[in-house]
């Protein structure tokens, strides 16, 4: 004698159904090919984002040093710490042991730039200085041009310089 087990909705156990392994692999599968082509899209937003950033960084630092060189009424000079790269900082010109502030980048980034961009108790920069920003990620390269104008005004476009 077959007796059939019934569930509290009053449907019997061997009618509910879960999902078999073939069903499962083939969810798992279709999962896979969907990332698989979602990934160098995700690439090109990560090396855009981490240009974006370093950037941004270098715009506050250049802010920070014209805005320090007038309330100082001194020279005051942004450059890197070993190489733009790895970070940079901004110091008074008469004293490179009294650092004002640091920065660090994050990720694999390259910046190529002038050796150090000097502003003068005005606000002005000492000479038109242009920073080339470039972030890869997988195979996908993204591009960020500082450059800072005579008037020491900073600015940021999303290409190379």
Request: glycine share 6%; with cysteine.
């Amino acid at each position: 004698m077959q007796m059939n087990v019934v569930s509290k909705r009053g449907v019997s156990v061997s009618q509910v159904r879960g999902f078999s392994l073939i069903e499962l692999v083939v969810v798992i599968a279709i999962v896979g090919i969907l990332a698989s082509i979602a990934v160098p899209s995700f690439n090109s937003s990560i090396a855009s984002m981490r240009a974006k950033n370093a950037a941004s960084s270098l715009y506050d630092g250049l802010v920070r040093a014209r805005s320090e060189a007038v309330k100082r009424n001194a020279n005051v000079v942004l450059a890197p710490a070993t190489s733009w790269a790895n970070g940079w900082q901004v110091y008074l010109s008469s004293d490179a042991d009294m650092v004002l502030e640091n920065y660090t980048t994050t990720g694999t980034v390259t910046i190529t730039g002038p050796d150090d961009v000097e502003y003068k108790a005005t606000g002005r920069a000492s000479g038109s200085v242009q920073f080339n920003v470039e972030a890869t990620m997988g195979s996908s390269t993204a591009y960020r041009c500082v450059s800072v104008s005579l008037s020491g005004l900073p600015t940021i476009k999303t290409s190379a310089c």
